[in-house]
């Protein structure tokens, strides 16, 4: 296991591992540990391409999968399933999917306005059913919370 990175430990019937990156937030539901971090009330949901103010940052997320030998396609369309409904959410800035040049390996690029929308959209019924069929035919889903860096001098 890479330093820095925590696998959440789950009930063993749901084979399905998530590898989570500098955070303690658990996505899916399975256990939230986020209540020790502060929640922004004053951020709110925006349509998708509208910019955030810079008092406001949002929550940046990149999540990775890797297909299984020979299960790319079908799981490319369960991957895009997961777009509509999410875009539908509250606090969806962005959620686009994309197609890694490495074989069979998919990225959801997401914003979303706080990490309470992402922790809803974790407990959301279509993000669950992606759970239950991941593991017919993917390997672990990582997924990273992000911090974006100012570069301004």
Request: charged letters at 25%.
């Amino acid at each position: 296991m890479n330093a820095g990175r925590k696998t959440t430990d789950f009930d063993a019937s749901n084979s399905t591992q998530v590898h989570l990156q500098n955070t303690r937030f658990v996505p899916f539901g399975i256990r939230h540990s986020m209540e020790h971090l502060p929640m922004s009330s004053s951020i709110k949901a925006r349509p998708v391409g509208k910019p955030l103010s810079t008092k406001s940052r949002g929550v940046w997320v990149i999540a990775r999968v890797a297909a299984r030998r020979g299960k790319a396609k079908p799981l490319k369309t369960l991957l895009r399933g997961m777009v509509a409904p999410t875009h539908a959410e509250q606090g969806c800035l962005i959620y686009d999917l994309y197609e890694s040049e490495e074989a069979e390996t998919f990225y959801f690029y997401e914003l979303w306005a706080s990490k309470r929308d992402l922790k809803r959209h974790a407990a959301s019924p279509h993000f669950r059913r992606l759970l239950e069929a991941l593991p017919k035919f993917a390997g672990p889903l990582d997924v990273s919370l992000l911090t974006k860096i100012d570069v301004r001098h």
